[in-house]
């Protein structure tokens, strides 16, 4: 599969003569470095999952206010200002 991705220059030109120093194409070496980085059981990629601390506040929507009609919803918000 084909994509594009975006690299420092710095570190694409060090990639490009580590591959030619290995005598392999780029392609290759950054395969196996990807490789390398998904089989990893400790690495940064395997971060513990965190939870959402949800933040609520006592209120509600203003009487006068139709979240249903977008464009009278926007003018009320452009009078509030």
């Known amino acids: ?35 390398a980085e998904l089989a990893r059981a400790d690495g940064p990629a395997k971060q513990p999952r965190r939870t959402i601390a949800w933040v609520t506040a006592a209120g509600g929507l203003p ?8 464009v009278a919803m926007h003018e009320w918000l452009r009078q509030q200002r």
Request: charged fraction near 40%; charge should be neutral; proline fraction near 7%.
């Open 63 to 70: 009487p006068d206010v139709d979240v249903s009609d977008r």
């Open 1 to 35: 599969m084909r994509t594009t991705v975006d690299l420092p220059d710095e570190l694409f030109v060090a990639a490009k003569k580590r591959a030619a120093e290995l005598r392999e194409p780029l392609r290759a070496l950054i395969e196996r470095g990807l490789r």
